[in-house]
């Protein structure tokens, strides 16, 4: 009995965490302007041996982050989880401790869940059910962040053609780069909002005085794309040599609409392949059940008519 009612309460826990972690996430809105403010303040008072330290504000979600990096490389699944949260589009500075804070409970509450699922065998069987609950507990949140950060990179490569050929139209209206990039972070922040952001926090770091170059190469960490790798190598080299920007951008635009129409194509030729294994699996015994069914119990029934005709 004490064991349902722990196993209920840590499942509650879960949910709620779940739940406050998603909530806080989503409200959370990033300001650039601010983020490089703190940073260029963290590196001016908080540094030790010439790195610097990260903040901590001794709230709960510091508390799972510093449990965690008590364990063997604990501290590389806190830099790694991280990078994959600013890959993901999540920045904010309490990102990290939620979703550590969120890992810790998920993971107690699958091993929980396995010790109450394995109560009536034996030790060997609970003790395999306690290692498959770890592993899982450990494995899934950080699967769900590497759904999160492809579905993130996806969305900026499907809205990146149509951006930057709107930023070529701008740039050839006569504005400077951080205003032809505001402007078209403005039209497209509705349409594509992640793409929009990125800019917008470009922008916000160079008149936070940060060097074109460096936030640029920053873009390019944070989605980790090629395509705007090349689009930001393209940006500092016409801003170093003082080439026309606008015509480039229109054939470069171009040559990402030719890819984007090239990846659809791929994802139809495979969809054909990818549907064969649910049609045998599931479609075609259906199939069978239902023709060939009605003449097996037809046929069967006319020899036991016959049998005891005899």
Request: glycine share 8%; aromatic share 8%.
């Amino acid at each position: 009995m004490l064991i349902t009612a722990l196993f209920f309460c840590l499942a509650f826990a879960t949910v709620a965490a779940l739940l406050w972690s998603g909530l806080t996430v989503i409200r959370s809105r990033e300001d650039p302007l601010a983020s490089r403010l703190d940073e260029l303040q963290a590196y001016a008072m908080a540094t030790v041996a010439g790195k610097p330290r990260r903040r901590r504000s001794g709230g709960i979600e510091d508390s799972a982050l510093a449990l965690i990096g008590l364990f063997p490389g604990g501290d590389d699944w806190v830099r790694g989880a991280e990078d994959e949260l600013a890959h993901a589009g999540i920045r904010h500075k309490g990102a990290l401790g939620i979703y550590a804070f969120f890992q810790l409970v998920f993971l107690v509450a699958t091993c929980v869940g396995m010790e109450y699922l394995q109560r009536d065998n034996d030790l060997t069987a609970k003790f395999a059910g306690l290692i498959s609950g770890v592993i899982l507990g450990w494995l899934l949140p950080r699967q769900g962040l590497h759904y999160m950060v492809r579905r993130y990179r996806r969305k900026l490569q499907d809205a990146l053609p149509d951006t930057v050929d709107l930023l070529g139209v701008v740039l050839g209206t006569g504005l400077a780069l951080d205003q032809a990039m505001l402007r078209v972070s403005e039209e497209m922040e509705f349409i594509y909002p992640e793409l929009a952001s990125e800019f917008s926090t470009v922008v916000m770091q160079v008149k936070a005085g940060q060097e074109r170059s460096k936030a640029f190469r920053q873009l390019v960490w944070r989605t980790g794309l090629e395509d705007i790798k090349a689009l930001s190598a393209m940006i500092v080299q016409s801003e170093r040599f003082g080439t026309s920007l606008a015509q480039t951008l229109k054939v470069y635009a171009d040559s990402l609409r030719t890819r984007r129409r090239l990846r659809a194509e791929t994802a139809v030729a495979k969809a054909g392949i990818k549907m064969l294994f649910p049609i045998v699996l599931f479609i075609l015994p259906a199939l069978f059940v239902v023709t060939l069914v009605p003449g097996i119990l037809s046929v069967l029934q006319d020899l036991g008519n016959m049998g005891s005709s005899r």
